[in-house]
């Protein structure tokens, strides 16, 4: 930490050149003696450069204004009462008047370009209380309590802005002792906050005046700081260890709200820590880092919509950590870095040069290097009281990302000009992340398999990727508000772990090029659940090999290139998993049983995800050449030359099977009910098996630890109940209309391939299955 320097202030006269009025006899005999002081003022202000240096550097805030909201270049209003109370503490009460302050630029080192223009109107109440410390470790004590009413937010980039608007804050800190703090040889500051209390709400996340939704939230907190001087680079700068808690209270809570329908998490609690965490003013960037970041999280209830069932409880434990060659460290530029286009893989450098046409050196937004290490995560799924984990999360990577706020013009279309957008871009960014797998009653259970199931949502276990994407996000989704997402995305030279063990080994798809295209996704919560619903997408998935074993020694089962083009397209996630479920057969809770089924009451708890793809007929070109279309290549038997037999299912699509009539409302349908459940688990046989085996054995634990078990021929009500724990889904697959124009064979030395079916139509499938994933044991 150095210095901060203020120039070119300008104040409003009548602040400046007010003279003191001596007071007549008269009037001081109605003047009543009050302990303490009130001020009124009412002032404007203009500042030009306010200037953070480090080592030289200098971090400018410029063209600062503050004045009444009404008309910022006219006075705005304030009044403090100052008070000494009995106990000898100082208690400052202020009340500030609809008042704006505007920041015109904030630059680095006169940087061509700037983080934008920021703008905030509000008014509020501000409550300080200091004395003197009841330790001898603190040179002080106070309390503090604070409240922001009808206020706005406002970031501005190159003409277009995003805001929050009607921003309500109330914030307590019971008590706020400040001392000395020692680590090693340095000395710094200490804050220490035993209780902080703060309660937020936003009427309105706006983009050109649409509302992306709102927030609202509250919560209880703890915890304490120390500050030092001196970063990670140079001798000046800034340094902080800290840990903070968010204290076990039912009444945290965050809540989204959509047209009136809310995505809800409630009765929260958790905890962060972080260590030399360091803060430094580079010559043409802000440097963000931080040794180490480890915490938890958990939450005990999740609703969606209207519903009254939760969705169930989510705990998250997470370490970053420097290691892997990767350190956590973040780096924010003024302006828009673009990357060097030639730079780029062809695939996706007409949708980069198209998303950074316009701007320059000069254009204003943020852009950052990235780089982190994430050593351990364990994400916890809790339905009705039952637990699984996906355990084993591991990550690192690199890369460079920019955000701006922009108008809206994407593909050309003059029709969404009018709009507002908030434009991300990645370039070039390097990582792997991988799932050890499922851990499924406690988090200390046996890893086991599973994680397959999220195959159908495009969730891997594991991938080593190259990622170039470009996303632009608008206001309004189906109705009102919600979220449009509109983006073009290439994954290079990839690697994908399908179905992998903790070591590795498995189901590999490598050499993977994946470019990916999305037209109208728009996420709305309703009243029943979270929808996304998906306009138009196209997207390529090239895998060079599809491999057994080591991904990178495995044997190849050859290359397979998947392309897909859907039209209305949908994913629901809805509260509420199977419920009451026959597994094994059909029937009610009384006839089950006797149709050699088994009776499963899951609770209420759960979730249910429903995926529909609409897959659209081909598009082509007015040439003639497809530009559209699904089609499946399975290519094996590669020669010298990378050239092998392929077979093609090319032109598939979905209709409702209504002739000429005919429409894609009902597309191919896949619906998971997702429970944590006991199963039955039958004793293994050595030998061969016998038909006639009346008595079969259960796996039970013998109690609540679940560490220990026994095999039980007729187990009780209370011996069911310690059955192992699974991974419970109901899957059902559906469609009413599925054609594949033709299947091809082509060989490698011939030009075309050779047509082997025509016109395949496969109609009204409905097939349901139960799967409950346990330990191999």
Same mark, same amino acid.
């Given at each position: 930490?150095?210095?901060?320097?203020?120039?070119?202030?300008?104040?409003?006269?009548?602040?400046?050149?007010?003279?003191?009025?001596?007071?007549?006899?008269?009037?001081?005999?109605?003047?009543?003696?009050?302990?303490?002081?009130?001020?009124?003022?009412?002032?404007?202000?203009?500042?030009?450069?306010?200037?953070?240096?480090?080592?030289?550097?200098?971090?400018?805030?410029?063209?600062?204004?503050?004045?009444?909201?009404?008309?910022?270049?006219?006075?705005?209003?304030?009044?403090?009462?100052?008070?000494?109370?009995?106990?000898?503490?100082?208690?400052?009460?202020?009340?500030?008047?609809?008042?704006?302050?505007?920041?015109?630029?904030?630059?680095?080192?006169?940087?061509?370009?700037?983080?934008?223009?920021?703008?905030?109107?509000?008014?509020?109440?501000?409550?300080?209380?200091?004395?003197?410390?009841?330790?001898? =470790?603190?040179?002080?004590?106070?309390?503090?309590?604070?409240?922001?009413?009808?206020?706005?937010?406002?970031?501005?980039?190159?003409?277009?802005?995003?805001?929050?608007?009607?921003?309500?804050?109330?914030?307590?800190?019971?008590?706020?002792?400040?001392?000395?703090?020692?680590?090693?040889?340095?000395?710094?500051?200490?804050?220490?906050?035993?209780?902080?209390?703060?309660?937020?709400?936003?009427?309105?996340?706006?983009?050109?005046?649409?509302?992306?939704?709102?927030?609202?939230?509250?919560?209880?907190?703890?915890?304490?700081?120390?500050?030092?001087?001196?970063?990670?680079?140079?001798?000046?700068?800034?340094?902080?260890?800290?840990?903070?808690?968010?204290?076990?209270?039912?009444?945290?809570?965050?809540?989204?709200?959509?047209?009136?329908?809310?995505?809800?998490?409630?009765?929260?609690?958790?905890?962060?820590?972080?260590?030399?965490?360091?803060?430094?003013?580079?010559?043409?960037?802000?440097?963000?880092?931080?040794?180490?970041?480890?915490?938890?999280?958990?939450?005990?209830?999740?609703?969606?919509?209207?519903?009254?069932?939760?969705?169930?409880?989510?705990?998250?434990?997470?370490?970053?950590?420097?290691?892997?060659?990767?350190?956590?460290?973040?780096?924010?530029?003024?302006?828009?870095?673009?990357?060097?286009?030639?730079?780029?893989?062809?695939?996706?450098?007409?949708?980069?040069?198209?998303?950074?046409?316009?701007?320059?050196?000069?254009?204003?937004?943020?852009?950052?290097?990235?780089?982190?290490?994430?050593?351990?995560?364990?994400?916890?799924?809790?339905?009705?009281?039952?637990?699984?984990?996906?355990?084993?999360?591991?990550?690192?990577?690199?890369?460079?990302?920019?955000?701006?706020?922009?108008?809206?013009?994407?593909?050309?279309?003059?029709?969404?000009?009018?709009?507002?957008?908030?434009?991300?871009?990645?370039?070039?960014?390097?990582?792997?992340?991988?799932?050890?797998?499922?851990?499924?009653?406690?988090?200390?259970?046996?890893?086991?398999?599973?994680?397959?199931?999220?195959?159908?949502?495009?969730?891997?276990?594991?991938?080593?990727?190259?990622?170039?994407?470009?996303?632009?996000?608008?206001?309004?989704?189906?109705?009102?508000?919600?979220?449009?997402?509109?983006?073009?995305?290439?994954?290079?030279?990839?690697?994908?772990?399908?179905?992998?063990? =903790?070591?590795?080994?498995?189901?590999?798809?490598?050499?993977?090029?994946?470019?990916?295209?999305?037209?109208?996704?728009?996420?709305?919560?309703?009243?029943?659940?979270?929808?996304?619903?998906?306009? =138009?997408?196209?997207?390529?998935?090239?895998?060079?090999?599809?491999?057994?074993?080591?991904?990178?020694?495995?044997?190849?089962?050859?290359?397979?290139?998947?392309?897909?083009?859907?039209?209305?397209?949908?994913?629901?996630?809805?509260?509420?998993?199977?419920?009451?479920?026959?597994?094994?057969?059909?029937?009610?809770?009384?006839?089950?049983?006797?149709?050699?089924?088994?009776?499963?009451?899951?609770?209420?708890?759960?979730?249910?995800?429903?995926?529909?793809?609409?897959?659209?007929?081909?598009?082509?070109?007015?040439?003639?050449?497809?530009?559209?279309?699904?089609?499946?290549?399975?290519?094996?038997?590669?020669?010298?030359?990378?050239?092998?037999?392929?077979?093609?299912?090319?032109?598939?699509?979905?209709?409702?099977?209504?002739?000429?009539?005919?429409?894609?409302?009902?597309?191919?349908?896949?619906?998971?009910?997702?429970?944590?459940?006991?199963?039955?688990?039958?004793?293994?046989?050595?030998?061969?098996?016998?038909p006639d085996l009346v008595v079969q054995e259960e796996l039970i634990y013998d109690d609540d630890s679940r560490t220990t078990y026994t095999y039980v021929a007729n187990p009780t009500a209370a011996q069911l109940a310690l059955r192992p724990?699974?991974?419970?889904?109901?899957?059902?697959?559906?469609?009413?209309?599925?054609?594949?124009?033709?299947?091809?064979?082509?060989?490698?030395?011939?030009?075309?391939?050779?047509?082997?079916?025509?016109?395949?139509?496969?109609?009204?499938?409905?097939?349901?299955?139960?799967?409950?994933?346990?330990?191999?044991?």
């Open positions: 930490m150095k210095k901060i320097i203020i120039s070119s202030l300008v104040a409003a006269p009548s602040l400046l050149n007010a003279g003191l009025v001596p007071m007549a006899d008269q009037e001081l005999q109605t003047v009543n003696a009050q302990a303490g002081i009130t001020l009124e003022t009412s002032s404007h202000l203009t500042v030009g450069d306010v200037t953070y240096t480090e080592d030289a550097n200098r971090l400018q805030l410029q063209n600062i204004e503050r004045g009444s909201q009404a008309d910022i270049s006219l006075p705005s209003s304030s009044k403090q009462v100052v008070d000494v109370l009995a106990d000898g503490s100082l208690q400052i009460n202020s009340e500030v008047y609809p008042t704006s302050l505007d920041i015109g630029a904030i630059r680095i080192n006169d940087s061509a370009a700037s983080f934008g223009q920021f703008r905030l109107n509000y008014s509020g109440t501000n409550l300080i209380k200091v004395g003197a410390s009841s330790s001898l =470790e603190n040179f002080l004590e106070g309390s503090f309590q604070t409240s922001i009413s009808d206020a706005e937010l406002i970031w501005t980039t190159n003409g277009s802005s995003v805001s929050f608007d009607d921003i309500g804050y109330n914030a307590n800190i019971t008590r706020l002792a400040i001392g000395e703090a020692v680590d090693g040889s340095r000395t710094g500051l200490n804050f220490d906050l035993d209780e902080f209390s703060y309660s937020f709400s936003t009427g309105g996340v706006k983009l050109g005046g649409v509302s992306l939704g709102t927030l609202a939230g509250q919560l209880a907190l703890s915890g304490d700081a120390q500050i030092f001087a001196g970063g990670r680079d140079g001798a000046e700068g800034i340094s902080l260890n800290a840990s903070l808690s968010i204290l076990d209270d039912p009444t945290n809570y965050v809540r989204f709200t959509d047209d009136g329908n809310s995505l809800f998490m409630g009765n929260f609690s958790g905890a962060l820590n972080v260590t030399n965490l360091t803060f430094d003013v580079m010559s043409d960037h802000l440097l963000l880092g931080y040794d180490q970041l480890d915490g938890s999280f958990n939450a005990n209830q999740i609703l969606i919509g209207d519903s009254s069932n939760p969705v169930g409880a989510i705990q998250l434990d997470f370490l970053f950590k420097d290691g892997n060659g990767y350190s956590n460290r973040m780096a924010f530029y003024p302006g828009i870095r673009q990357p060097v286009f030639t730079d780029l893989p062809a695939a996706i450098r007409p949708y980069a040069t198209g998303f950074y046409s316009g701007l320059n050196g000069s254009s204003d937004g943020m852009s950052a290097a990235v780089e982190w290490n994430l050593a351990n995560a364990e994400a916890a799924y809790i339905d009705n009281g039952r637990m699984v984990v996906v355990s084993g999360i591991e990550s690192y990577g690199r890369g460079d990302l920019t955000l701006d706020v922009r108008s809206f013009d994407h593909d050309n279309n003059a029709g969404t000009a009018d709009k507002t957008a908030i434009a991300m871009g990645m370039n070039r960014v390097q990582g792997s992340y991988s799932i050890d797998g499922l851990r499924v009653g406690n988090k200390t259970a046996p890893i086991q398999g599973g994680a397959e199931l999220l195959l159908s949502l495009e969730v891997f276990q594991a991938m080593d990727f190259n990622l170039d994407g470009y996303t632009l996000i608008t206001a309004g989704g189906v109705s009102g508000g919600g979220i449009q997402i509109d983006g073009d995305y290439l994954f290079s030279d990839s690697n994908i772990g399908l179905s992998i063990d =903790e070591n590795g080994n498995g189901v590999w798809a490598t050499g993977v090029n994946y470019d990916i295209h999305l037209r109208g996704i728009q996420v709305d919560v309703s009243n029943t659940g979270l929808s996304v619903n998906r306009t =138009e997408q196209w997207s390529t998935m090239n895998v060079d090999n599809m491999r057994w074993g080591d991904k990178n020694t495995g044997r190849s089962l050859g290359r397979i290139q998947l392309e897909r083009f859907e039209k209305g397209s949908s994913l629901t996630i809805n509260p509420g998993g199977s419920g009451a479920v026959c597994v094994g057969a059909s029937g009610d809770a009384a006839s089950c049983a006797n149709n050699g089924g088994r009776w499963e009451d899951r609770g209420n708890e759960g979730m249910t995800v429903a995926l529909k793809a609409a897959f659209a007929p081909s598009e082509y070109n007015p040439d003639g050449t497809l530009k559209r279309g699904n089609r499946l290549t399975w290519e094996n038997n590669r020669n010298l030359d990378g050239k092998g037999t392929q077979i093609i299912f090319d032109s598939y699509s979905t209709s409702d099977g209504l002739g000429v009539t005919d429409s894609n409302d009902y597309g191919f349908q896949a619906n998971l009910k997702i429970d944590v459940y006991e199963t039955k688990v039958l004793k293994k046989y050595s030998g061969e098996y016998d724990q699974g991974f419970a889904v109901q899957g059902n697959v559906s469609f009413k209309d599925l054609q594949i124009d033709q299947v091809q064979l082509k060989h490698p030395d011939v030009d075309l391939p050779q047509t082997v079916f025509s016109g395949i139509v496969m109609q009204n499938l409905n097939m349901t299955t139960n799967l409950t994933a346990t330990p191999i044991r």
